[in-house]
């Protein structure tokens, strides 16, 4: 019989430790496809902006359940061909409100940010549209198409108050949309904030999306100088008279910090989207020298994620 060594009383070589073990570093957490809830007041151009994402490469899927967002975004996840996925999902689900809320909240604890989109428009227009294509409105029962169209921005209040982007279709026609939804909506490296600037007249009403509004109105109007009445203010005379005025200069300057100190607390909190609406009365000359002038102003926060875009909503339209 053979008998161990270590049973005869000779010393065992000790069993060399093993090397402490290199300290792991913690597995990132996997990035997350591109998701975008597109949803809004029916008749407001959901349909347009989705059919602009599509034809930008994103997946887009319509008239999902709100239930179902969960899974589809799971199922796709690590699929290459939709590493940009858009659901348009609206009143026609039932429990719509609810079922969304459960859908986001079951999204962010996987790791997913998604950005709601929430295409309005003032009533008064969304009546025409419907009559225009003459279909009733899912809401509106036997009731009239008004009725419809304010249940269901009662239903939406809450919805369109925490969504990250909202888009005012109201002066829009479907090229202007479009661009807007190209510009708003396009996935950039780095860009940690999107701040619209927009220039409008307050005869054609304030811009439905708009954060901040700042009236020009208490400055001297060209319009009322005959040589440059026929020029905008991107035309270098109104833009000089505009400019020169005691009164503008010490106004934007004060704008620029308000926004400077606006755009700390944005990046803070994570918000995304920013409408800065600049008005005179028709927005053609005061507001869109100020609106360029301002960007201007601002270029440098590039340097910290920002991406500034000037709009002229009312120009060309006196």
């Given at each position: 019989?053979?008998?161990?060594?270590?049973?005869?009383?000779?010393?065992?070589?000790?069993?060399?430790?093993?090397a402490?073990?290199?300290?792991?570093?913690?597995?990132?957490?996997?990035?997350?496809?591109?998701l975008?809830?597109?949803?809004?007041?029916?008749?407001?151009?959901?349909?347009?902006?989705?059919?602009?994402?599509?034809?930008?490469?994103?997946?887009?899927?319509?008239?999902?359940p709100?239930?179902?967002?969960?899974?589809l975004?799971e199922?796709?996840?690590?699929?290459?061909?939709?590493?940009?996925?858009?659901?348009?999902?609206?009143?026609?689900?039932?429990?719509?409100?609810?079922?969304?809320?459960?859908?986001?909240?079951?999204?962010?604890?996987?790791?997913?940010?998604?950005?709601?989109?929430?295409?309005?428009?003032?009533?008064?227009?969304?009546?025409?549209?419907?009559?225009?294509?003459?279909r009733?409105?899912?809401?509106?029962?036997?009731?009239?198409?008004?009725?419809?169209?304010?249940?269901?921005?009662?239903?939406?209040?809450?919805?369109?108050?925490?969504s990250?982007?909202?888009?005012?279709t109201?002066?829009?026609?479907?090229?202007?949309?479009?661009?807007?939804?190209?510009?708003?909506?396009?996935?950039?490296?780095?860009?940690?904030l999107?701040?619209?600037?927009?220039?409008?007249?307050?005869?054609?009403?304030?811009?439905?999306?708009?954060?901040?509004?700042?009236?020009?109105r208490?400055?001297?109007?060209?319009?009322?100088?005959?040589?440059?009445?026929?020029?905008?203010?991107k035309d270098?005379?109104?833009?000089?008279f505009?400019?020169?005025?005691e009164?503008?200069?010490?106004y934007?300057?004060?704008?620029?910090?308000?926004?400077?100190?606006?755009v700390?607390?944005?990046?803070?909190?994570?918000?995304?989207?920013?409408t800065?609406?600049?008005?005179?009365?028709?927005?053609?000359?005061?507001?869109v020298?100020?609106?360029?002038?301002?960007?201007?102003?601002?270029?440098?926060?590039?340097?910290?994620?920002v991406?500034?875009?000037?709009?002229?909503?009312?120009l060309g339209?006196?």
């Amino acid at each position: 019989m053979t008998v161990p060594r270590s049973d005869l009383g000779e010393k065992q070589s000790p069993v060399p430790a093993e090397a402490p073990a290199e300290p792991v570093e913690p597995a990132e957490t996997p990035r997350r496809p591109d998701l975008v809830i597109l949803t809004g007041m029916s008749g407001a151009g959901r349909t347009t902006a989705a059919d602009v994402l599509e034809d930008r490469g994103w997946y887009v899927v319509d008239n999902l359940p709100p239930a179902m967002i969960v899974h589809l975004a799971e199922a796709t996840a690590d699929d290459p061909q939709r590493q940009r996925l858009a659901v348009v999902v609206d009143v026609r689900s039932r429990d719509f409100t609810t079922e969304l809320g459960v859908a986001l909240t079951g999204l962010q604890e996987r790791g997913w940010r998604p950005r709601v989109v929430f295409v309005d428009s003032s009533d008064e227009a969304l009546v025409r549209r419907f009559e225009a294509v003459r279909r009733p409105h899912p809401l509106q029962g036997e009731g009239l198409l008004l009725d419809g169209i304010r249940r269901e921005r009662r239903m939406l209040g809450d919805l369109r108050s925490s969504s990250d982007l909202v888009i005012d279709t109201t002066n829009y026609n479907v090229h202007e949309l479009s661009a807007k939804v190209d510009d708003l909506l396009d996935v950039r490296t780095g860009v940690r904030l999107r701040m619209a600037v927009m220039a409008f007249g307050f005869k054609y009403g304030i811009p439905l999306d708009a954060d901040v509004v700042l009236d020009l109105r208490f400055l001297p109007n060209p319009y009322w100088v005959p040589e440059l009445r026929a020029f905008s203010g991107k035309d270098e005379a109104v833009r000089d008279f505009v400019l020169g005025h005691e009164l503008a200069q010490a106004y934007i300057e004060h704008a620029e910090q308000l926004l400077r100190t606006s755009v700390r607390g944005y990046l803070a909190e994570g918000r995304r989207y920013v409408t800065v609406a600049i008005g005179c009365t028709g927005g053609k000359h005061r507001s869109v020298a100020s609106t360029d002038d301002l960007v201007r102003r601002l270029a440098d926060l590039s340097e910290v994620g920002v991406q500034l875009s000037a709009f002229h909503r009312d120009l060309g339209r006196e």
